[in-house]
Each structure stands twice: as structure tokens, then as C-alpha cells.
């Protein structure tokens, strides 16, 4: 009875996670580190496209929607400056500690930048929960068992869209074909004439923009609080490990799979260790296949 | 300035509760390199250890047991030891940067498991009754205070030493190479999985005794005292002080300590109270730049690692040798 129901919320909950652990996946494969601060750039997203919301307001709305154009343009905004933010961090921290050669201090440095973010966003934004509208998303029955708001569907919807452009763009531009020659193997990209600091500037721009979408997504249909990221970033490192590091694709599978283990687990363990849940899956996969399910490379 | 006195000796013995960590942390990662992100993790597991060994009956549902001192400290090491074997068992043959994302994720599960437990752990209400170590004998706070802090510097101290030895000897050189080049030292019939859950579940029994001692030190637990930001300060502090380097660990952990204590301090003051959040965020702000600054201008740490040569080789070469370190 009640399992379409959590099929509907895991397919909810895992496209903002497939969103948000693209970037994830692609710094890992590029750069070749775990960034704990990725988390941060759906944080500051939600917040960025709140300032706008909140300064220009939101009267009308489209149809049964909570949202308006105040948002979509705040959207766009959020996208822009995050990517912004991306690039700032990268140049500030990531690209100085790449010249030493040591992965495990990017590593060290991007758990001190995750909790400096968060805090920045504690300092500027208070720590308690905001929403981009007081009004009610109403839930109605869209099949059988199933009750999603309008909110929901938008959300779907325009994962799905974002998902088929990246694939478009990966496959049919110059810049993503580059980018994936980066990921297979990057001394013979640059043997070939590839910038590999431009893939790396646009695996932050494109990394952080997905992100910045996923984050605010989250804000649309949750809440908008600096916490989100950081307990986003298990399921988003479980997503990129489920689907394997590296792989685009993955990412997107790893992100539902986690998604709908997150929701199946709560009947099951209840809500209180969905986080657990995804952690013990992620766990499995390492153990049981390390490249996960669309890994390539070992 | 018995004021000054009693809040000094306040002020160290959290200072060396974090020291204590700390080198359980240096002989994980300064010596083994294992990317350990799950410190606060384990130090919940000893903090609770000790409170339901210790406390008396009643404290919470199923708990405590009302078991000398002695007896919660030796428990609360073997119990995070073994805790440590169950979760290196699946993560220790990880990749670095796995093994992070995999304690990381420990951390927050137990964190969980903590809250949610109540039975056990006493959930969101807390853990109460958690005793002091010389108990019903002395009955003066600020002698209490004082005795604690002694205690304590005889933990840190037996450590320390301890350590040290280790680090020197043949079995400390072995992880070294490990972290150094671990296809070699495989080479030399040395099992690197077994070298490294040795470091890994001794550091976390380490961990597991100064959270002990800090649940005996407060007197009450909260799953609130294990949030990630723990494990962040003791990271902050091994690095500044130069992880590799056990006197580095203790150095860094007061140093660190001493500037989050500060910066609160002048938060506190500064700030109305309306605002103490954003000074609690001010705060981790700044140690979080600290970490970067030294990250990026000084990796090594203001003591930098020790080079570990053993007590065979001829004084002349070892000074050539620390030399080339």
C-alpha cells in the first residue's frame, strides 16, 4: 500500500542527490580528491536565490505551484554565484595545495573549508530554517497510491532535463569531449593539446551550477538551513560511490539508489537513521565493488 | 588568584583530555597515515562506555553499573579498541580518502545511534550521574578540579612516553615505511593490513580514554558533544602543532584549545546575547583559517615530524640521518 508512495519520495529525494553528486564525482575523477565542501555549494545556493526571493518577492504564482519568476530568476542567480563560489575556493585553497602534490592535505583542507562555509552561513543567514514561500504545496493524487505536490513534479522534471543537456553537452560539444578525454586519462589529453586547467575551471563551473539547482531544490521542497549541506554530503558521497567515481551516469543511478534506500529504509529502521541507511549501502558497495556500478577504472 | 589558579587548572585539563586524543590521532595518521575523519566517533563510543560503567544504577534505563574508576577507564579502552577492529575490519584495506568518507559516516551513525538510543545512552535528555574520578574522597571542588588535572597529567604523560617508545622501536619504524611506501614494506614480508589495524584500533582505544575522561570531567553527556566539530579541533591541532610529532600533538592541542577558549571568551564579551550563535560560528571561522594559513604556508606544522631512529645506529650517522629527514 504505502511502498508507490515511498517509490514517489526516493525518486524525489534521489534527483536532488543525482543533481548535487555530478560535481562530486567529476572533482573526484579531475582532481583526484574528496571534497568534503561540496555540500556547502547547495547550502550557499539556497541561500543566494533566498536573497533575491525574499528582496523581490513572490505575489503571483504559477498555477499550483509555490513559485513564481521571482524564483527561476533566482534560480539562474544562485547558479552563477555558486559556480562563482566554485571557482573562488578552488583559487584560493585547492589550486596552491595541488602544486604540493599532496591529495590527502586537499582532503584536510576541504573538511576545514565545509565547516568555515557553514558557519559563514550560520553568521550571515542565522541558524534557524527559512523557506522561499509561506504558501502550501498541496499534495494530490497523481496515480494510484501516489500523492506528490506540484513542486515535486517540477523538481523531476527539470532534473530530467538538466540530466539529457549535460549528456548532450558531454557528447556533442568540443568542451565536453575534452572533458571526458581529461577524466579517461589526462596526461594523454594534454599531450594532445587540452587545457587541463580550463577542464578543471569548468568541471567547477559545471559542478557547482548542478549543485547550485540541486540546492536549491532541496530549499524549494525541505527547508533552507546551513545544515542541509553538510548532511547531504554522506548520501552524495554514497551516490558517487554506489554509481562509481567518475561516471556521470553513475552519479545520476548511485543519487535514485540512494534516494529510494533512504525512503524504503524508514518503515524499516525509522526516520531517524535514514543517514545510516545510506552509509551502510555505501559501505557494501566499497567492500563488495569498490568502482561501484558504472566504474571503470580501479 | 585562586580564581586565576582554579580556572587555569579547569582550562588544562580540557586541554590535556585533547592532548590525549590527539595522540592517539598522531599515531593513526602522523605515524600510519590513516585518514581517520571518525575521531569523535570513537570518542563518544569511550565517553558512554564510561558513563554506563561507572554510573550509578538509575542513571539511565539500562544503566550504569556503578564500577570503580579504574574499571570504566580500562573498559572504555577495550570497548573503542574493539569497536575499532569491527570498523577497520570493513574500511582499512579502503583507499585514503575511502577510509574518510567511510569514518566520517561512522561518526554521524553513531551520533545518531547516540540520540536515538535512549535506553542506553539517555537520548536528548542526556546521560546524568557521570562520577568523578577520586569520587566520595574529596569533597572540595576546587581540590577535585585539581586532583583531576594531576590525573591527567599523568595520563598524558604515561602516553607519551609510551608512545615514543613505540614510535622508535622496530614496530614504529615498520608503519612508517608502511605510510612511506607500502608495496616495499609488503615486500619485506610485513602485512600492512595487520600493521595498520594495530595503529588504527591502539589510536582509537587512545581516543576512547580521553572521551571517558571528559564524560568524568563534565559529569553529564550530551549527544551534542559529538558533532563533527570535534573532530575538526583535533585535526586543527595535530596539524598546527606538526602531526608525526607527539609532542607537536600535545603542544598543538593546548595551543588550539587555548585560542578556541580565547576567541569565546572575547565572543562572549563582545557580542550581545542575541548573538552568541553567530560567535560560536566566528569562532570555528577562525580556527578553520588558522588550519588554512598553516596548510598552505607551514604543512609541517610549527614542530614538524620527528625523524624515528633507532638507538642501535652509531651517534654520528643518526645525527646525519635526523638531518636528512
Known amino acids: ?298 | 588568584m585562586i580564581g586565576v589558579v582554579a580556572y587555569l587548572i579547569f582550562f588544562l585539563s580540557q586541554g590535556l583530555i585533547f592532548a590525549v586524543c590527539c595522540l592517539g590521532l598522531n599515531l593513526q595518521w602522523g605515524n600510519t597515515g590513516l585518514f581517520n575523519v571518525g575521531v569523535s566517533g570513537f570518542y563518544l563510543i569511550g565517553a558512554y562506555t564510561f558513563a554506563l560503567l561507572c554510573a550509578p544504577a538509575g542513571s539511565v534505563l539500562l544503566g550504569g553499573f556503578g564500577m570503580p574508576f579504574i574499571v570504566g577507564i580500562i573498559g572504555s579502552m577495550v570497548v573503542t579498541g574493539i569497536a575499532a577492529f569491527i570498523i577497520g575490519v570493513a574500511t582499512l584495506r579502503l583507499r585514503a580518502d575511502y577510509l574518510a568518507i567511510a569514518t566520517i559516516g561512522v561518526a554521524i551513525s553513531l551520533r545518531l545511534v547516540a540520540l536515538n538510543t535512549t535506553s542506553l545512552t539517555g537520548g536528548a535528555q542526556g546521560f546524568p550521574n557521570v562520577p568523578r574520578p577520586f569520587g566520595g574522597l574529596i569533597q572540595n571542588n576546587f581540590d577535585a578540579n585539581l586532583a583531576f588535572f594531576g590525573l591527567m597529567v599523568v595520563i598524558v604523560a604515561v602516553i607519551y612516553f609510551g608512545l615514543e617508545a613505540m614510535v622508535r622501536s622496530p614496530w614504529g619504524r615498520v608503519l612508517r615505511a608502511i605510510r612511506e611506501d607500502e608495496p616495499a614494506a609488503a615486500s619485506l614480508g610485513k602485512s600492512p593490513f595487520s600493521y595498520r589495524m594495530q595503529s588504527f584500533v591502539i589510536g582509537s582505544a587512545l581516543i576512547g580514554l580521553g572521551g571517558a575522561m571528559f564524560a568524568s570531567f563534565l559529569g553529564f553527556l550530551s549527544s551534542d558533544n559529538f558533532f563533527s566539530i570535534m573532530t575538526f579541533q583535533v585535526w586543527t591541532m595535530l596539524i598546527i602543532g606538526g602531526s608525526g610529532n607527539n609532542k607537536g600533538a600535545i603542544l598543538g592541542a593546548i595551543l588550539i584549545w587555548a585560542v578556541w577558549t580565547a576567541t569565546g571568551s572575547v565572543a562572549q564579551a563582545v557580542l550581545p546575547t542575541t548573538m552568541q550563535v553567530k560567535g560560536g560560528a566566528l569562532q570555528i571561522i577562525f580556527i578553520g583559517l588558522i588550519l588554512m594559513l598553516v596548510l598552505l604556508f607551514r604543512p609541517r606544522g610549527i614542530l614538524g615530524e620527528e625523524a624515528s631512529v633507532s638507538r642501535a645506529v652509531p651517534k654520528g650517522l643518526k645525527k646525519i640521518l635526523q638531518k636528512g629527514s
Open chain 1, 1 to 298: 500500500m504505502i511502498l508507490p508512495q515511498l517509490i514517489a519520495d526516493g525518486i524525489v529525494a534521489g534527483s536532488t542527490l543525482a543533481l548535487g553528486a555530478i560535481g562530486l564525482t567529476m572533482t573526484y575523477d579531475i582532481m583526484r580528491f574528496a571534497n568534503f565542501a561540496h555540500g556547502e555549494f547547495l547550502t550557499f545556493a539556497a541561500y543566494f536565490a533566498l536573497m533575491f526571493v525574499s528582496a523581490f518577492g513572490g505575489v503571483q504564482t504559477f498555477g499550483p505551484l509555490t513559485f513564481g519568476w521571482t524564483f527561476i530568476v533566482g534560480l539562474i542567480i544562485a547558479v552563477v554565484l555558486t559556480a562563482i563560489l566554485a571557482l573562488v575556493l578552488d583559487w584560493l585553497i585547492y589550486r596552491p595545495l595541488r602544486r604540493t602534490n599532496i591529495v590527502i592535505t586537499l582532503v584536510i583542507a576541504s573538511f576545514g573549508a565545509e565547516l568555515m562555509l557553514r558557519n559563514i552561513a550560520v553568521f550571515f543567514w542565522g541558524s534557524q530554517s527559512r523557506f522561499y514561500s509561506t504558501a502550501i504545496s498541496i499534495h494530490r493524487e497523481i496515480l494510484p497510491g501516489v500523492r506528490m505536490s506540484a513542486d515535486d513534479i517540477f523538481l523531476v522534471l527539470l532534473t530530467a532535463v538538466l540530466m539529457i543537456l549535460l549528456q548532450l553537452f558531454l557528447t556533442r560539444t568540443q568542451l565536453g569531449k575534452e572533458m571526458r578525454a581529461v577524466s579517461d586519462n589526462a596526461d594523454l589529453a594534454r599531450v594532445t593539446g587540452i587545457s587541463v586547467r580550463r577542464i578543471i575551471r569548468w568541471v567547477w563551473i559545471i559542478g557547482g551550477g548542478l549543485a547550485a539547482v540541486s540546492g536549491v531544490l532541496v530549499g524549494l521542497t525541505v527547508q533552507i538551513s546551513p545544515e542541509n549541506g553538510f548532511s547531504l554530503i554522506l548520501p552524495l558521497f554514497a551516490a558517487a560511490i554506489v554509481g562509481g567515481i567518475g561516471s556521470i551516469y553513475g552519479a545520476v543511478a548511485g543519487g535514485l539508489i540512494i534516494g529510494l534506500v533512504e525512503s524504503l529504509s524508514v518503515p524499516i529502521m525509522g526516520a531517524q537513521y535514514k543517514l545510516a541507511a545510506a552509509f551502510i549501502v555505501m559501505l557494501v558497495v566499497l567492500l563488495v565493488r569498490p568502482r561501484g556500478i558504472f566504474g571503470a577504472k580501479s
